[in-house]
């Protein structure tokens, strides 16, 4: 059964610090891994996405993804923090369901706060 | 290239009501997905269509209907409105279907029912 973990409902860092945002998967093929980010009153914007290509994965404003199958994760990272990185992250898997449907799962989301 | 553009941005109804929302795609994208993001259940997905034809349903009871039309906007439909379907209703939108299209989302429609 497919499905999307994101481990922590919180992650606050000060300016300047690494962002670590953790999510864990499980999917029965091979999926599709997908971060987004949703700034207050805002859409959905796309960070990034793996699709069985390169296993590093980098995204819009310095953010980054690795998909380690072995561990089933699709963590994302940042290596400084800046307070506009202030937003809520969803973690989310896709994955085609035979010829005529797909599966698409978000997580529950990560609230990242950024301290001055 | 526009976005993906959802109409009306708020709506306020009362319980019993029924609303239509309305979400034009970015050009060339032949398919569209609907979701509810709540505080409580976070984002759902609730339905996509592509190319005029329901594809994919979440698990939504049938009060949340949609539709396609042949210029790939779409709507979305919920009959006897209840206190719970207030949330904010995201529509996005990819050019083909799925695993691995990139889903581009509209800025919602937050439905507050009364």
């Known amino acids: 059964a497919q499905s999307v973990t994101q481990l922590d409902s919180h992650v606050s860092v000060s300016e300047g610090t690494p962002v670590l945002l953790r999510c864990n998967y499980s999917s029965s093929y091979s999926p599709s891994l997908f971060w987004y980010v949703q700034h207050p009153n805002k859409g959905l914007q796309l960070l990034l996405k793996y699709t069985s290509a390169a296993t590093l994965v980098k995204g819009i404003n310095g953010f980054e993804a690795e998909f380690k199958k072995s561990e089933t994760s699709f963590h994302l990272t940042k290596p400084s923090a800046h307070m506009s990185d202030a937003a809520e992250y969803f973690c989310v898997v896709s994955e085609s369901v035979g010829s005529s449907a797909s599966k698409i799962i978000f997580g529950s989301g990560t609230r990242l706060s950024i301290r001055p | 290239k526009a976005g993906v553009t959802q109409t009306p941005r708020y709506l306020i109804k009362t319980r019993g009501q029924q609303v239509t929302l309305s979400c034009s795609p970015i050009s060339g994208h032949r398919s569209v997905s609907w979701y509810q993001q709540t505080p409580g259940q976070g984002l759902q997905f609730l339905f996509e269509y592509f190319s005029e034809t329901q594809r994919n349903k979440g698990n939504f009871p049938g009060r949340f209907s949609g539709r396609q039309f042949s210029n790939s906007r779409s709507e979305m439909n919920v009959s006897t409105l209840e206190l719970g379907d207030s949330a904010l209703y995201l529509c996005?939108?990819?050019?083909?279907?799925?695993?691995?299209?990139?889903?581009?989302f509209g800025p919602g429609t937050r439905l507050l029912v009364l």
């Open positions: 996005a939108s990819s050019v083909l279907r799925g695993g691995g299209e990139t889903q581009y």
